[in-house]
C-alpha cells in the first residue's frame, strides 16, 4: 500500500497562534473547577522548579536593560529574584483556591409565560495583553485566564523577551502535563511588532485586549486597536492631608506609598496638604521623605517649609515619576484640593488622611478614580491586596470593569433560556 506524505504544518505567523488560541479556548471553556485548579497547581509546582532557569534568563534582561539605559524603574519591575518567583507560585496558588467565576448566576427569574431565564458568567474566550517589563504580569494574567476559563496570547516586550520565553514553556509544559492544551497560553513576542499589531487587529479572534504599562503604550493600543480594549490607566496618584491629618499617619502612609516600591502605579506621586496644616505637616512629611532619597519637587510655600526641595513646574503636577521623586504642594482648601486632582489624575487611586469624617464623605463622593481611600496607603490598590489573587491590571475606564481586574472581570455573560413549548403571541 502506498502512503502520501502530509506536509508538516509550520506555525509561523502571529496569526497562526491566535487560531490556536481561539481553538484552545473552547477547550479551557469546558475545564471543570477542580481541572483549572489542578492545572494552575501544576504551573505553581513548574515555576519553583524551574525557578534557576527562570532567574538566568531573567539576569540576561537585566543585564540588556542596563546596557539600554531603561532606567531604575522599569529595572525595578523587570527583576525577578527568588523571592519573587516564588512569589508569583503562590499568587498562582492563591487564584486557584478563588471561587471560580464560570458558571455564577449573576440574575434570573420566570417570564410571565413560564420560561425560566438566568444570566450566567461565561468566560470571554481569548484575553489578549500588550505589556512591557514586567515578567510577573506573564504569569498574573495566564494564571487569570485559564482560572476564568480563558486562552491567553501575550505580548510582553523586548525588555523582559528572555524571561517571558522561560515563563511560557514552563507554563505551557505544565499544562501539557495535565492533559490540556498548551496553545491556552500563547505568545507573540517572537514576532516582535507585527505581534502587537496581530493582537490589536485581531478581531475574531480576540474577544478582548488588556494593555499594561507607559501611558503612551496604553495609548498607541487604544487608539489603533480594532478589538475591544480595557483601558488600564498610568497612576497619577494624589494623597492629600488635611487639617485633622494624625502626624505620624500622615509621615508613615506618605511614606509607605511613595517609597515601598516608586515603579509601580499605585505609588503616589503628588501630595497636597491644605493650609491649615502646612506648618505642621509639611517640614516633617517632606524630611520623612527625603531621609529615604525621595526628590521632594514643591510649590513656593513648600520650598519655604522644606528644606532642599526643588522647585515644582507645571509639568510635576501631571508626572507619574515611579521613581523616587514626588510632587509636593499646599492648598487652600479640600475644595481646591479636589479640583487640582480633577484636573491632573489619571483616575487610578486617589487617599485622604483625615479624622473628619465629613471631609472624608465628601472625598468619598467627590473624587472619581477607580480606587478612593481614606486613611490608607494608596499601595493597597492591587489585586492581591484585594483579596484577588493578583490582577490582570487596574482598570481606568469605567465600560465593564473599573479598579483592580480579577476573575469576574475576564468573564461575559449571557442568558439561558428553559421552557416547554411556549410561543410568543
Known sequence: ??????????????????????????????????????????????????????IAANADDLARGERDGIGAGLLDRLRLDSARVEGLASAVRDIAALPDPVGQVVRGHRMPNGVNLEQVRVPFGVVGAIYEA?????????????????AVV????????????????????????????????????????????????GR??????????????????????????IETGAGNVHIVLDESAPDEWARDIVVNAKVQRPSVC????????????????????????????????GDADVQRLASGAVAATEEDWATEYGT?????????????AIAHIRRYSTGHTESIITTDMRNAERFLAEVDSAVVLVNASTRFTDGGEFGFGAEVGISTQKLHARGPM??????STKWLGRGAGQVRA
Request: avoid cysteine.
Open 154 to 201: 501575550l505580548r510582553g516586550g523586548s525588555a523582559a523577551a528572555s524571561s517571558n520565553a522561560v515563563l511560557v514553556s514552563v507554563m505551557r509544559d505544565a499544562l501539557e502535563q495535565q492533559g490540556i492544551a498548551p496553545d491556552a497560553i500563547q505568545t507573540v513576542d517572537p514576532f516582535g511588532r507585527d505581534g502587537a499589531k496581530a493582537l490589536m487587529h
Open 1 to 54: 500500500m502506498s502512503t502520501v506524505d502530509v506536509p508538516e504544518v509550520t506555525i509561523d505567523t502571529p496569526q497562526d497562534r491566535l487560531r490556536l488560541a481561539k481553538d484552545a479556548a473552547r477547550v479551557t471553556a469546558r475545564l471543570t473547577s477542580g481541572q483549572k485548579a489542578d492545572a494552575l497547581h501544576a504551573i505553581a509546582d513548574a515555576l519553583l522548579a524551574h525557578a534557576d532557569e527562570i
Open 406 to 411: 480579577g476573575l469576574p472581570e475576564l468573564t
Open 266 to 297: 499605585n505609588a503616589v506621586e503628588t501630595v497636597l496638604v491644605v493650609r491649615g496644616a502646612a506648618e505642621r505637616l509639611v517640614p516633617q512629611v517632606a524630611s520623612a521623605l527625603q531621609e529615604r532619597g525621595v526628590t521632594v519637587h
Open 204 to 229: 475574531g479572534f480576540i474577544d478582548v485586549l488588556v494593555p499594561r504599562g507607559s501611558a503612551g503604550l496604553i495609548e498607541a493600543v487604544v487608539t489603533e486597536s480594532t478589538v475591544p480594549v
Open 134 to 150: 514586567r515578567p510577573n504580569v506573564t504569569v498574573d494574567i495566564a494564571a487569570l485566564a485559564l482560572r476564568s476559563g480563558n
Open 324 to 336: 523616587l521623586d514626588v510632587a509636593f504642594g499646599v492648598v487652600d482648601s479640600l475644595d481646591d
